[in-house]
DNA sequence: TATGAATGAGGCTTCATTCAT
DNA sequence: AATGAATGAAGCCTCATTCAT
């Protein structure tokens, strides 16, 4: 009976996506800390006991929802950083892409709700952040990006793509936050002054 | 009775900082998703009812322990910074300072346990961030820096501050993390090359 | 499967039946202001989560004990009072049957506890009293009772029978109780004078 | 030291006043069974270890005030119904002081609180039901009342001032009221009809 | 006697999880 | 596989009461 085994994963599929939605919203309206498995199940048509079908714990559903995430921004970065035929083309284009990724997935968070960082530990994660100390590190090898400690860079890229993230979900234009962020890293602040 | 009332005084706010340890500790031992009331007493001397005596809930624990370190270091970073003569060292100064603060103030945190970035918007946090906004508006305007989007500046700054003492933490050391992060500022990744 | 939703139905009715028996006996020995959630439960078979599943409160418990005691007796008294023929009989039969209710549903009090006379303005007792002012007027209506002020008649009514109740529950004679209250309304104390 | 003496005497009463006052109205505002000491301590301006010095219990202020109460009003009645030299007499100033008492002594009740009637068997309070009994049988040896059964025309008086007490309370006439209480009591439902 | 913080028992409630249907 | 009520552990918190000052 193919078809119906067909259509049973259908919907093993649906209810796991409809429980990694609910659980998306869930967390950025209370918070990770505050939000129950229960609260996640509520903001689903699931029964209670569904849930352990797919998932252990509230910490499971937040790591299939980080890993999700990542698994889609690799791929996008990495192609952007791969393509760069110049060190500003491989600063913005990598900077550009996360600020729009981060653009197109961010969630409604209620205000006073928790801005939540969980670790980054899990293997899909860990793997983004190894991929881009290879790209940098490719990058150097190709003469695209000076000799230097790719472990600092890797961080320094980071954070700033992280916070500057956060000033574009503030309503900061994405255009503008690529320049700044390409130019401190381009030629430092002198590159980065106002004309 | 004047040295009675004192001695009150005093045991209360022995309590209240028995508390905070405590909390700190068990914070970064499980997280403090994971972390309870009850495991904040069970790691104090205290009685239960006593707790609620200085904090309404786990997250007012939290904030108090933000509150005192913000409260701590905001004072020795406007220092730094307003004491800088030249561009390199509002820079260096304002990293370091950050870093060595960092490293006082490290706890030792379980592996695998969440690095939870609580909301940071109490007002002794929030007075931070508009300090170091401040800070360099007033540094531009002195001429230590160059005109440029101060709220941009803030959030990489802040951005490269943040993770660079991650790496401190794992055990980089200070003088390097500092000489990078200034010299991207300086002059962007030309600037930070190895030698 | 209807029979097996059947089955789950029946438990859950037996549930809340079992809590409602266990209330109604803590209830009556300790009286409901010293009287626990905790206590219920205790006197039960079931889980603490449980009751949750079917009170909020003890308050909540109350009310239902209450309700359900309010719609037994509610017809009885309305049949009782429609049936009636003469103005002693509207009378008579309506104690009467109170005073028997009460006698049915009367539970062993501790010596010592409160007795207590929770506000009683749920909507099915409110309704009880409705009723009785709704007879009252139908049977000044029908020449049953002369014209009067039916709010003070029913209040005298209910004070009578529920004082003179307390009598019976303490042992007097139901008869006795029902001619007593009877003969008052029929014609004052000249006719309530004993032989 | 008497005037010292005497001052601490003074405070000393006037805790205990202020206590009973802050009970009373806690009560009344939410429910006897949902109030608890604590309440009554922040009704006041005093220590929390300061009520144990008066009384024992929420259970203890209670039973004080009701005794104060009880103890207000029995002389008045007592003196109502000795000075009485008709039956209409006895039953209208019976009803007639009870219900200004009542009027007097009234306290806003939150809406929704319960109206507890607590059980009344303190010395205090019994000795009141014990006094109607006694004026009701000196009543009839006096032949102000007929031969009857005083337990149960105790009852009914009790039951009929309670209900229509609460009449009072919600703003009915006291005249009217009295009126109509005494006229069942002297002549049942016709004696009551209206004109 | 008054004060008010400390105590810890214990009531309240939710929660994750199980399991019969 | 889905359901949803039952479970009881355990967290939350208040409370009455004590007691050092």
Redesign the pocket.
């Known amino acids: 009976m193919p078809a119906s085994a067909n259509r049973?994963e259908i919907?093993?599929a649906q209810?796991r996506e409809t429980i990694l939605v609910a659980a998306r919203q869930v967390f950025a309206q209370m918070g990770f800390a505050a939000a129950?498995?229960?609260d996640v199940i509520r903001a689903t048509p699931?029964?209670?006991?569904?849930f352990?079908?797919y998932f252990?714990?509230?910490e499971e559903v937040y790591q299939a929802l980080r890993d999700d995430r990542a698994l889609a921004v690799r791929p996008r970065l990495r192609e952007a950083r791969q393509a760069a035929n110049t060190t500003e083309e491989f600063l913005a284009s990598g900077f550009r892409t996360f600020f729009l990724f981060v653009l197109e997935n961010r969630t409604e968070v209620a205000p006073g709700a928790e801005v939540s960082h969980i670790r980054m530990d899990s293997p899909e994660v860990l793997t983004g952040f190894a991929e881009l100390r290879e790209d940098i590190s490719a990058a150097i090898a190709r003469g695209l990006l000076p000799a230097m400690d790719a472990d600092f860079l890797s961080a320094a890229l980071t954070g700033v793509a992280f916070e500057l993230a956060d000033r574009v979900k503030a309503g900061a234009d994405v255009d503008a936050a690529t320049r700044f962020a390409t130019a401190i890293f381009l030629g430092g602040l002198p590159a980065a002054k106002t004309a």
């Open positions: 049973r919907t093993k209810n129950t498995v229960r699931l029964a209670s006991g569904t352990y079908n252990k714990s509230k």
